[in-house]
């Protein structure tokens, strides 16, 4: 079947099919990541064909992304971070560096890999879905539960890290561009610099942009905020989503965060849908019949595996036995960032396709059970509390 090709066909197929299958996963309680990829899958190369996978819907995505990254970096506050230290850079921190080893090491060896595309490859496991997590324990009412505070810090360094990776990721591709990899952590440095500079100012138009009650104005000045940090980025080689989380967090410190924060949600929504629809169409499902062994390797880290390195890292940070165990669990699945690094690394060339094609597929399938298995595991460590709380 022949795709469609005319942008306004295209934008009418999108629309529609990612209406029927988010409202369908709305009603089931899924998260809608999960129906915006389950969108791409069926209509795209790899279901029916209705739509190719084309260069305009991967850019309309890539903004998604860094709109998703500049409204992370709103989130961070270095408040935040001194008061979930313990469990941010001491369970999140392990987490991440044991989960990037033990994937990275074999990898190496397995699949011939160079060290840093081994290491985003173990980084890109460690991730899970913050999105799918806030909404799914805020559904259930469990973000104040033990383990849904020691989710939220993991998932809060993993956010950090990714940044991070991104970098990684950038100074190895950017040195095949012609930019060194001095030059690109040099220019990374330079970027936080000048958006710290700017902060003053912008956070000064932002709260007048308030002030003025214009709402398309505000609209504009968080975009141009979002979009401005990435295009600087870009002329030295950096990922301009990571400018855009450096942007956010910088913007964030200040009164401005509410302000940019709410008007950059719809678009962020919007184009984060169109992301995942794009990672949907990319998703190789007819590697299934040859790689099925690989793509069942992957879940078996990603889920089982996940979980009980949760669980055991944050018993020897000193958490109760249960609920380091839920937070396992409630962690055990890839994420959104996930699908962005392997995404972003096999579009560089830097991990080759039949590397990554399984991983995205076992990524995908982990979010669709991650989603039943955070609310289950919320749900669960939210009675106990309460039990715990009426017997005391």
């Known amino acids: 079947m022949h795709g469609v090709t005319g942008l306004p066909e295209t934008a009418a197929l999108l629309v529609f099919a990612a209406f029927v299958l988010v409202t369908i996963c709305s009603r089931a309680g899924i998260p809608s990541i999960v129906g915006y990829i389950l969108t791409g899958v069926l209509i795209g190369p790899a279901g029916s064909g209705l739509l190719a996978e084309g260069e305009a819907l991967t850019t309309v995505g890539e903004i998604g992304v860094i709109l998703l990254l500049f409204a992370l970096g709103l989130e961070f506050s270095f408040e935040k971070l001194v008061t979930l230290r313990r469990h941010v850079f001491g369970v999140g921190a392990a987490q991440v560096a044991v989960t990037a080893l033990l994937v990275a090491v074999p990898a190496s060896f397995v699949f011939d890999l160079a060290a840093v595309p081994a290491v985003v490859l173990g980084g890109a496991v460690a991730m899970s879905s913050t999105a ?15 383990a849904g505070r020691l989710a939220i810090s993991v998932l809060l360094f993993q956010d950090l890290a990714a940044a991070g990776l991104l970098l990684l990721h950038d100074a190895a591709t950017g040195a095949a561009e012609g930019y060194g990899v001095a030059t ?142 839920r937070a396992g669990i409630i962690l055990a699945h890839g994420g959104e960032f996930s699908l962005m690094l392997i995404s972003v690394s096999m579009s560089s060339g830097l991990i080759g396709e039949a590397i990554a094609g399984p991983l995205l597929l076992a990524i995908g399938i982990s979010m669709l059970a991650g989603s039943i298995l955070v609310r289950w595991a919320g749900e669960t460590d939210r009675r106990s509390g309460h039990c715990l709380r009426s017997g005391g």
């Open 132 to 146: 799918m997590c806030l909404k799914v324990l805020s559904g259930v009412d469990a973000l104040g539960s033990a």
């Open 184 to 325: 690109v952590i040099g220019g990374a440095a330079a970027l936080v610099a000048a958006l710290f500079f700017a902060r003053g100012p912008l956070q000064a138009l932002a709260r007048w942009t308030a002030a003025h009650g214009d709402a398309e104005l505000a609209q504009l000045l968080a975009l141009a905020i979002a979009l401005g940090s990435g295009i600087a980025a870009m002329s030295v080689g950096l990922s301009p989503a990571l400018a855009a989380f450096a942007a956010g967090m910088i913007i964030g410190e200040g009164d401005a965060r509410h302000v940019v924060e709410r008007e950059i949600r719809p678009f962020r929504d919007l184009f984060v849908g169109i992301f995942f629809i794009s990672i949907g169409t990319k998703m190789p499902l007819g590697l299934i019949p040859e790689f099925w062994p690989i793509v069942l390797a992957w879940l078996v880290i990603l889920v089982p595996g996940k979980a009980v390195l949760v669980s055991i890292l944050a018993s020897w940070f000193g958490d109760p036995g249960p609920s380091a165990s």
